[in-house]
């Protein structure tokens, strides 16, 4: 692996890991009141298309970090659809 191919899996290590505690927090608690449905489904659009991205220049860092938050964030959004 190269320098770039470093940075870019370091950044997608971090960037997925900071989103987990919050993705599991509102998992257990189920409480969504603090959530913002439009900023949620903006957010949840950006991720997909980063993963998007990802996979038309076949990025696995930024395929596999988006992906895995792709899938929380949409969790996310349906509880908050669901228990508003």
Known sequence: MN???WVG???AILTTVSFVPQAWH???SRDVS??????YSLFTLGVAL???YGILLM???IIIANSI???LALMILVMKL???
């Open 59 to 61: 990025a696995w860092p």
């Open 3 to 5: 320098l770039i191919d």
């Open 9 to 11: 899996s370091l950044a």
């Open 26 to 28: 509102t998992f257990r």
């Open 69 to 71: 938050t792709t899938s």
């Open 50 to 52: 980063w993963l998007v």
């Open 34 to 39: 603090g959530i913002s449905l439009s900023m």
């Open 82 to 84: 669901r228990y508003r």
